[in-house]
């Protein structure tokens, strides 16, 4: 269901646009390619008199990340296609190896916002890479399906995905419908059923 229309009369201004692939690789390890696109809808003067027309992108930003089957990062690798001080912020890409070794579900974020704070990285690049560790969980949807099919002859173990948001908490209506064996009831009436 689409946000309802805006009772009072607009200019559009800003796109922000964020788009994300993976890929299954022959070698047994997954890539996510994530994009981030800027826009503004007007022209605008830039720095060196030159002007900047709508609709061309401000910023134009890839990262790439190679993860294992433990979501381990393996490879990293980040590209410019626009930036508003062109050399001077693509010359940070390499910094983006620094994300080889991290685990996009452990405490990714934060580990990136510590080590690309302010100076040490790009605010958009950065941002970026926040979307990962979801689209991971994503990417390897079917391989986990395929594991809880093999897992349901194991009995006690939890699937992953509970309590991993407010639909799949213990206490809520999908707990109840689709994992019975481990829904708790609520000790209140939650805010949406």
């Known amino acids: 269901m689409p946000l309802p229309s805006p009772d009072i009369d607009r200019e559009p201004l800003h796109t922000r646009s964020i788009r994300v692939n993976s890929f299954q690789r022959a070698d047994g390890q997954w890539d ?14 830039r720095r060196d008199e030159s002007t900047h027309h709508a609709g061309r992108p ?49 405490n990714f974020r934060q580990a990136v916002k510590d080590r690309f ?25 079917n391989r986990r399906r395929k594991e809880r099919d093999i ?7 939890r699937p992953f995905q509970l309590e991993g948001c407010h639909a799949l908490r213990l206490n809520g209506p999908v707990a109840e419908r ?16």
């Open 117 to 141: 704070l302010r100076t040490k990285g790009c605010t958009h690049l950065t941002e970026l890479s926040y979307v990962l560790p979801t689209v991971a969980v994503q990417t390897m949807a």
């Open 58 to 106: 401000v910023h134009h930003m890839h990262l790439r990340v190679t993860i294992d089957d433990t979501f381990t990062i393996t490879a990293a690798v980040a590209a410019y296609d626009a930036a508003p001080y062109d050399g001077d912020c693509s010359c940070i890409t390499p910094a983006y190896e620094q994300l080889v070794g991290m685990n996009l579900l452990r």
């Open 178 to 193: 689709y994992y019975p064996e481990w829904y708790v009831a609520p000790e209140s009436e939650a805010a949406c059923k």
């Open 151 to 157: 897992s349901a002859s194991q009995p006690g173990k």
């Open 32 to 45: 996510i390619e994530a994009e981030l696109i800027d826009t503004k809808a007007y022209d605008f003067p």
